[in-house]
């Protein structure tokens, strides 16, 4: 395996999609397609929201990307805008689509709600940190983090936040010195079936 970081670049993103539908198992509650346009959705979402990309490649192929974001300095390209709102409408254009999308929204407000319960502002956040399974616990998740701390460091951004849940690695966050601040436990109905889980935020106080 040989690894090599560089930037995010568009040829990355079909590959990502797969590594996100893979991670956070859209196939498990829904159609090939719409798991397919499901992590569409949500990596062009992720790729609105960051300021800093590290993909990490194995032989020039995606295996692993990291998105972090300083606040004061982000906007975002027309060009990235376009993309989700395209993910979306493609998604939407099902029933099935719409359905599953509500999960989205659910998280979303979870979210929003973890963050309004830490009662904490932060100048930075990780958006998106996702490595494919099969190379998982060969250290490629933790150079990807450390890229992102270097990151944080260089901004002088003294603290940053990240959102994960039960259907992740969590622990690899304590693992990196991150502290959990608060966790909320929310119950799915996902195609006639109930599936619960816990969902976290976590932060990190750069020394």
């Not at 040989?2 to 797969?18: C, G, H, S, Y």
């Not at 359905?99 to 904490?120: E, M, P, T």
């Not at 150079?143 to 992102?148: D, G, I, N, R, Y």
Request: proline share 2%.
């Amino acid at each position: 395996m040989q690894i090599t970081l560089r930037e995010f670049q568009k040829q990355d993103f079909k590959a990502l999609e797969n590594i996100i539908r893979e991670t956070w198992q859209y196939d498990e509650f829904s159609s090939p397609k719409t798991a397919s346009k499901l992590a569409r959705v949500f990596l062009s979402s992720c790729l609105t929201n960051y300021t800093f990309s590290r993909a990490a490649l194995d032989n020039g192929v995606p295996v692993g990307i990291i998105l972090a974001k300083n606040r004061a300095i982000h906007r975002c390209p027309f060009s990235r805008k376009i993309r989700q709102l395209t993910a979306v409408i493609s998604l939407f254009l099902s029933k099935e689509g719409r359905n599953v999308s509500k999960i989205f929204g659910n998280v979303n407000g979870i979210d929003q709600q973890l963050l309004q319960d830490c009662g904490r502002t932060y100048p930075a956040e990780i958006a998106l940190f996702a490595v494919d399974s099969s190379c998982r616990g060969k250290g490629i998740g933790k150079v990807l983090f450390q890229s992102a701390l270097d990151y944080m460091k260089e901004q002088k951004l003294d603290a940053f936040y990240l959102f994960t849940d039960t259907s992740c690695n969590y622990g690899f966050y304590e693992h990196q010195g991150m502290t959990r601040r608060c966790e909320k436990e929310h119950t799915f109905m996902i195609n006639g079936q109930t599936a619960k889980m816990n969902f976290f935020i976590y932060d990190y106080y750069c020394k």
